[in-house]
């Protein structure tokens, strides 16, 4: 007579177990894989927020620094509907004027002169911004930028040396 074992064989619950942690391993790499991307795919979006911002008010900072040496005051361009830094200077008996502003979702500056007329779509584009509200208090000028992706700053600076008018 030949003996028939009752249950399992022991290499069977070897084997089931062998695929139990190979199944639970499996599982637990997706999960950290998941969890990785994740964190990578924040991290990214985060320093891309961050040079968002460092760009736009570098670029605000960089084209007030470089004509600082005039009359600086706000105006409001009534017919546009937006409000620009301007900075006014004389060189040989000329008037010009560096306009910065925010137009049509960029950032702007035109540079005209008494006989040229003032139109936003001739300014040369700096960077993406939807806002730009500049005010000057004295020599203090504060600007509050909002960017495209609705990331606010606001930059306070000293004019260096221009005459700072209101």
Do not use: H
């Not at 968002?52 to 605000?60: D, H, N």
């Not at 993406?128 to 495209?148: H, I, M, Q, W």
């Amino acid at each position: 007579m030949s003996r028939k074992s009752i249950g399992n064989s022991p290499k069977t619950i070897q084997n089931v177990f062998v695929l139990l942690l190979l199944s639970v391993f499996a599982c637990l790499s997706t999960f950290l894989v998941t969890i990785g991307a994740q964190l990578y795919r924040g991290t990214v979006d985060s320093a891309e927020r961050n040079n968002t911002t460092r760009i736009m008010t570098a670029v605000v900072r960089s084209a007030v620094w470089a004509e600082d040496g005039g009359n600086v005051y706000v105006e409001k361009m009534e017919p546009w509907g937006f409000t620009a830094l301007t900075v006014q200077e004389q060189i040989d008996g000329e008037t010009n004027y560096k306009r910065i502003f925010a137009y049509e979702g960029s950032l702007l500056e035109a540079y005209t002169d008494d006989e040229t007329g003032f139109d936003p779509k001739y300014g040369e584009p700096l960077c993406d911004l939807k806002e730009f509200e500049p005010e000057l208090n004295g020599k203090v000028l504060t600007v509050r930028l909002k960017a495209s992706d609705d990331t606010e700053s606001t930059i306070r600076m000293s004019l260096r040396a221009g005459g700072a008018g209101q």
